[in-house]
Structures are given as structure tokens and as C-alpha cells.
């Protein structure tokens, strides 16, 4: 008699049914093992912002001559540049409100066509920044330093003597619009409340920045100097935070 083969793949079915069971057991292992979860969170972002008028300002201003000599434009330079600063002295700066931010001598070349550049002579300058803390005394000191002899204004910003104050509020205006949303995510959602879990400070603008320089009206009461407003300067500060929504 001719003996019986082995049904085909029955080892294989076999194998691939001890397979599945480990798999199951693998699986079952794992969920037994996973923490309840804990409650929702929420990553919120806000800021706090505040405005106000500035009491300082720093403008840049100086002296330019030209010479045929670089040591003639440097000694014109010189002179006109040490009337400027007795000038600022007389105006009731402080020495530490008068910093020196630049001193250039170049040569000037005459360019024509078709001919290689030619001397012409030297450029001396000198700058510096001042410091006014009292905003009305701008528009007089800067007439009085061109009457001196200052021939370039290079540029103006306006700032606060102390903006610790208006910081610190931006940061309360700030918590407490990130508390507003947290707030209102929980209860659109269904949850009783939330519980800070983590704030952190980012993305400030500590340093204010102009809203407006519009000039609506003169520093100088009897109107007869350089017109000067400071409009409105703003302090930003951005917070983000983690709040657990509460059941």
C-alpha cells in the first residue's frame, strides 16, 4: 500500500497560529503596563503691551569739514568740533550724556570720463550721540550746537529714563490674557478649570519702540526752536504657558 502523504502547510499553519498568540500577548502586555493619562493640556501664548510718552531721547550730531589736507580738514575739524561741545556743556549736559560714536578722514576724488580719479582733498567728520533727559530742552539744544558749528544730524530715537515700571506691567497685562484664554478654552471644552503648570517669558520687546513721531506740538514754549514731539512709545512682553484643564 502506498503510504499517505502529509497534508501540505500544516506546518506553517501552525506556526503562524503560535505567531498571532505571541503577538496577542505582547499586546496585552503592553496596555496592562500604560499609565492612566493624565488631564489635557493646554500651551496658551499672550502678551501684554503698554504705551506711553517718552522723557529722554538720544540724537546723533556732528561736524564735517573739507581741506585740501587730511591735517587741515582734521585741525578745522577739531576746532569747530570743540565749540560744539562747549556748547552742549553751556546747554547743561553731563559729561556722561555726551559719548563720541564716530571719527572719519577720507580722501575726495574728482571722477571724469575716459581719465584716472584726481585728488581733490579730505573729508574729516565727527560724531556724537547726547543724551537729553528733558524732552523740552531738545528743539533749544539742537538749535544751539548748529549755531556752534554742527553741520549733520544724523538721526533721533526716543526712550524712558526708567522702564522697569512699564515692563513690570506688561508682564501682569500679559499673565492675566493668558489666564483669560485658559480660561475660556476650559469651559467651551466642558472642564471646571485649569492649573498653571508652566510659564516662561519669550519674544519680549523690553526696549520701546516708536508708535508715532508725528509733530503735533513744540518742546519750547515760545516756539521760535526746532519742533520736536516724541508721540508714543510701547513696551511689549509675550508669555506662553501650560495650563491642565481640571474636571
Known sequence: MTPAHPRPFARPLRV???????????????????????????????????????????????????????????????????KVMAMLMKQGLAAKDIQTSSIDLNAQYSYNQNEPPKLTGYQASNAVTIM????????????????????????????????????????????KALKAKADLYAGATGYRSVRLVNLSEGGANPEPRTIALMAMAKMGADGGSTPVSGGELSIRIDVTGDYALVP
Not at 522723557?55 to 581741506?67: E, F, K, M, W
Not at 530742552?137 to 538721526?155: F, I, K, S, T, Y
Open 16 to 82: 503562524a497560529s503560535l505567531g498571532l498568540l505571541l503577538v496577542g500577548l505582547t499586546v496585552g502586555a503592553a496596555s496592562a503596563q500604560t499609565p492612566a493619562s493624565p488631564n489635557p493640556l493646554l500651551h496658551l501664548s499672550a502678551y501684554g503691551e503698554v504705551k506711553a510718552a517718552p522723557d529722554r531721547a538720544a540724537i546723533s550730531v556732528g561736524v564735517q569739514t573739507l581741506a585740501p589736507t587730511a591735517a587741515q580738514a582734521m585741525a578745522q575739524n577739531r576746532e569747530r568740533m570743540a
Open 132 to 175: 537729553v533727559n528733558d524732552l523740552p530742552r531738545l528743539g533749544p539744544v539742537l538749535d544751539a550746537v548748529v549755531e556752534a558749528g554742527v553741520n549733520q544730524v544724523n538721526g533721533i530715537s526716543f526712550g524712558f529714563k526708567n522702564a522697569q515700571g512699564l515692563e513690570d506691567a506688561a508682564r501682569l497685562a500679559a499673565v
